[in-house]
């Protein structure tokens, strides 16, 4: 090692012929506290970009549960209901079956506004003016009447009584209770005089805010204080059961041929190439195929769970054959071999012992492919999955929607207590996912261990 | 019997027949304990006799189905009376439509009584037409019940008469399994077919109405005009290059996210990462990788694009309130994962003689990366950014809900654009008859996108192929 002291002695002197031979050396040496510096900045650069990628996932989730936690509880408001019989059109002096029967068909609307009338008197003791009359009874739910209607006929004995009941608010009052407290002040869709209601309402404690049991029990509804997800998740549950009956043997039997199988020929070559090009064909092809061929040719019913289990089938296939295949080709070939020594067919080997062996690799394949199915939308929109359905769907043939769709339409709403449910809907089905891809690592990592 | 119940029974008599396949087969041997002189075991006869009832008849019940409303429309036609028939063919649609509402509306003895009891001539004759209608559909469903209960039944029959001693139930069952295990493979052949199939005819359809240098040339895109019927195909207004523009800008905005973040994410992760970091920060992107488009899309709509437009407003540039960037970036975020695993395997495939060599000479860590791994996985970084090009040009949901309507051409990330994908949901959600050059349109979009998509793939895969043999 020459030391740099010497070094720049050297070049003083500028003798041409000793500086060129030192000058690698010397360059190597000057340089590397700038290249060294250059490496902790690409180093640095690199780790950026990893905890950009982290940041994204935390905004991400974050946003999107922020967005989310309004969605689960949801206000409701005490009123005294009169349930006079005149108001109701009920004759009081029928018999019991009679009753029933008026009370299932009786007019709650207009015995809820009255009794609201009653709650609210102006300060000169005049009735409300008209507009004042439809502003106060914008503030409950569409819904509330029915509520009404329920209590009064599992508890017939409220007739010609004053009940105190518990109602859903409007969701526009309930975005505005949950941006903050009820103050008075008019909101983006409440009028100073609704909001003056609102805060007498609250001091007289007859506002509560409860968990929001119906956004898991009921179906979609153009209100967004009653629209729910059941029916959407229902959907998607016999949506999914079609994919995973006809992908899971299709799929697998596909797998076991082209390993254990299929001779080495061109026609098997072409079966591979498809298999790969059709894993990356956008999700949409597979619609327009749905739409054009399943629908339009066979007829099937539009909406139905059942063509969108076909069409999610035929998307999801390519994937589970892929992984199956990897499953079945890490099965030893010594097992094949001592079955075959033993004198099982090649049939009896591949269903016996191949397969046993490889059904949980197997199976974490399929569990991806219906993840990656259970998240899919741009195919459903295709084939007419997208329409408003209120109805829970009870058979695959049904008109129904899946949990992503439903998502997709809430997004698109106008109304603002949309996003709230929007993101409420997200987060099912984040855990949803969550839930299957654990079960997917959980059997993996038991599978490894053996 | 309706499918579902026909079903339900032939599943029962595929069961009922392994059943009895056994016991035949026991019966030929001429008792339980003779059985060894079978050269099958009794199971094999069953699963034979069982595949054998199940599946002419499966097939043949999938067959009916599929063919039974196009031949009951065909003979439910042919029984119209001539005026009817004259009529134009959305006319006709109506009416047809109008005749299997009543069908499947009213009971048969509503529809016998309605005949006699309307006064109108031309009610008179609707209520004739469903009645007709309703007795063909139920002809079709005695004729399916029989056929298929006929088929299962005479093909176990003649099966059972050949079973001896030395007949080969398992080889006759293994070589029908190995046609279904075929038959599975097949499939995808099959789906490919009928991607390409649906979407090529329907587009040689639609560019009879729009010629495709029109089509593929044109630079205005307003397909809502079409819907006049005085406009004849709409032309001039299906010109797709503002939506190839619109996808391909979109599609650059990602990329540009993606491909730098990616690669840097892989190389620190391959190269720097310690085993505790690698082991938590791969799942951690799967999460990127494995959440719904519908999400991202969601989050590109109501959280991105409003930022970017607060931020672009305050800067004092005009911010579409769906602008391109929005959605590109968000696209970005999605396929971030994708370039990081598929450059990650691309650079671990190059063999570390490479890599030692070039540390052994004194080179730095980054210049090896730099100057030796990169070059070296080139090819497989390039088919990498290949596939995720594919990837976001077929990209439905973000740029459905996050990007415009608006077919404007321009290069402007912040102006709204809008892309093929968007056009086609655009086209086919809701209620349109199927003939419209509107509808049609969507399938020759759909035809672009497959091509696209396909070319890509096969040049990737060729790509990464001809760089594995360098190294192999």
Same mark, same amino acid.
């Given at each position: 090692m020459i030391n740099l002291k010497d070094n720049s002695k050297i070049n003083k002197m500028s003798s041409t012929a000793r500086t060129t031979t030192l000058s690698t050396t010397e360059k190597v040496t000057l340089s590397l506290k700038k290249r060294h510096q250059k490496e902790r900045r690409f180093k640095n650069v690199g780790l950026f970009a990893v905890l950009f990628g982290f940041m994204l996932v935390v905004v991400l989730i974050s946003d999107i549960t922020a967005k989310a936690l309004p969605a689960f509880h949801q206000h409701w408001v005490k009123i005294d209901m009169d349930y006079k019989a005149n108001w109701l059109n009920i004759?009081?002096?029928?018999k019991q079956s009679i009753l029933a029967k008026q009370m299932k068909k009786a007019n709650y609307r207009s015995a809820l506004k009255k009794s609201l009338y009653l709650m609210f008197p102006t300060p000169s003791g005049k009735s409300l003016s008209r507009k004042d009359k439809r502003q106060l009874f914008k503030l409950?739910?569409?819904n509330a009447e029915f509520t009404l209607k329920d209590t009064l006929i599992t508890t017939?004995?409220?007739?010609?009584k004053q009940i105190s009941v518990w109602v859903r608010l409007d969701d526009d009052v309930d975005s505005y209770l949950k941006e903050g407290f009820a103050s008075g002040e008019a909101g983006l869709r409440l009028s100073k005089q609704q909001a003056q209601w609102i805060k007498q309402l609250a001091s007289a404690q007859r506002i509560e805010s409860r968990f929001n049991f119906s956004f898991f029990t009921a179906s979609d509804s153009r209100e967004p204080e009653l629209a729910g997800i059941r029916g959407a998740l229902t959907g998607t549950l016999l949506t999914l059961f079609v994919t995973l009956l006809l992908s899971f043997p299709l799929g697998v039997a596909g797998a076991l041929y082209l390993e254990?199988?299929?001779?080495?020929n061109r026609w098997t070559d072409f079966i591979e190439i498809n298999i790969n090009n059709l894993a990356a064909v956008p999700s949409i092809v597979f619609g327009l195929l749905g739409l054009a061929?399943?629908?339009?040719?066979?007829g099937l019913p539009r909406s139905a769970p059942l063509v969108g289990g076909i069409v999610l089938t035929l998307m999801t296939l390519p994937t589970i054959i892929i992984s199956s295949r990897a499953a079945i080709k890490a099965v030893p070939p010594s097992i094949r071999e001592a079955a075959l020594g033993l004198g099982a067919s090649k049939m009896q080997v591949t269903f016996s012992h191949v397969l046993p062996q490889a059904t949980p690799g197997i199976i974490t394949g399929a569990i991806i492919g219906i993840a990656q199915a259970l998240g899919e939308t741009a195919p459903l929109l295709m084939i007419g999955m997208v329409a408003f359905i209120v109805d829970v769907p009870?058979?695959?043939?049904?008109s129904a929607t899946v949990l992503p769709v439903q998502i997709f339409l809430w997004a698109d709403?106008?109304?603002?207590a949309f996003l709230a449910k929007t993101s409420a809907a997200i987060l099912v089905l984040l855990t949803l996912l969550l839930v299957i891809n654990l079960t997917a690592t959980v059997l993996r990592s038991k599978f490894e261990k053996k | 019997m309706n499918s579902p119940l026909l079903f339900t029974v032939l599943l029962c008599l595929t069961l009922f027949s392994y059943w009895y396949g056994m016991k035949r087969s026991l019966k030929v041997a001429g008792g339980n304990e003779h059985?060894?002189?079978?050269?099958?075991?009794p199971q094999q006869f069953g699963l034979l006799t069982a595949m054998v009832c199940g599946l002419p008849a499966l097939m043949t019940l999938l067959i009916f189905n599929s063919a039974e409303q196009l031949v009951i429309e065909q003979l439910f036609t042919t029984t119209l009376s001539a005026n009817i028939q004259s009529l134009s063919s959305i006319d006709l649609g109506l009416y047809l439509n109008n005749i299997h509402s009543l069908a499947s509306s009213e009971a048969s003895k509503t529809l016998l009584t309605n005949i006699n009891s309307s006064n109108e001539l031309a009610m008179q004759e609707q209520y004739k037409a469903a009645s007709t209608l309703q007795a063909l559909k139920q002809q079709a469903r005695w004729l399916k019940t029989a056929l298929v209960l006929v088929i299962a039944c005479v093909s176990v029959i003649v099966l059972i008469k050949k079973?001896?001693? &030395?007949?080969p139930a398992r080889q006759k069952s293994e070589t029908i399994i190995r046609g279904l295990l075929v038959a599975s493979s097949a499939i995808a052949i099959l789906t490919t077919l009928g991607i390409i199939l649906s979407v090529l005819f329907e587009s040689i359809h639609f560019f009879k109405s729009v010629p495709i240098s029109d089509f593929m040339f044109g630079t205005q895109w307003s397909p809502?005009?079409?819907?006049? &019927?005085?406009?004849?195909?709409?032309?001039?207004?299906?010109?797709?290059i503002p939506l190839f523009a619109g996808t391909l800008l979109i599609t650059f905005i990602a990329m540009l996210l993606a491909v730098p973040i990616g690669l840097m994410i892989a190389i620190y992760l391959s190269q720097y990462a310690s085993a505790k970091l690698r082991a938590f920060a791969k799942p951690m992107l799967e999460v990127l990788a494995g959440i719904p488009t519908v999400v991202y899309g969601f989050f590109a709509a109501l959280t991105v694009a409003p930022v970017i437009r607060n931020v672009g407003e305050s800067l004092g540039l005009s911010v579409a309130s769906e602008s391109a960037l929005a959605a590109g970036l968000v696209m970005g975020t999605m396929i971030i994962p994708f370039v990081s695993s598929l450059s990650e395997d691309a650079i671990s495939a190059v063999p570390n003689a490479l890599k030692e060599a070039s540390l052994g000479m004194g080179a730095t860590q980054s210049e090896t990366v730099i100057k030796v791994l990169l070059p070296a996985a080139l090819p497989g970084i390039v088919g990498a950014i290949l596939l995720a090009v594919s990837r976001a040009i077929g990209e439905t949901m973000i740029v459905v809900m996050a990007a415009g309507m608006a077919a404007n051409l321009t290069a402007n990330p912040l102006d709204s654009v809008t892309t093929v994908t968007v056009q086609i949901v655009t086209l086919l959600t809701?209620?349109?008859?199927?003939?419209s050059p509107k509808t049609l349109a969507a399938f020759a979009l759909g035809l672009m996108l497959f091509i696209t998509t396909l070319g890509l793939n096969v040049l990737a895969l060729k790509v990464v192929r001809k760089y594995r043999e360098q190294y192999d």
């Open positions: 004759d009081g002096s029928s409950f739910s569409s017939p004995e409220h007739l010609n254990e199988f299929a001779p080495k061929i399943i629908i339009n040719i066979f009870t058979s695959i043939v049904d709403s106008p109304e603002r | 059985k060894k002189n079978l050269t099958c075991l079973f001896s001693l &030395t007949f809502q005009a079409a819907m006049r &019927t005085d406009q004849v195909g709409g032309s001039g207004s299906f010109g797709a809701g209620d349109q008859e199927f003939d």
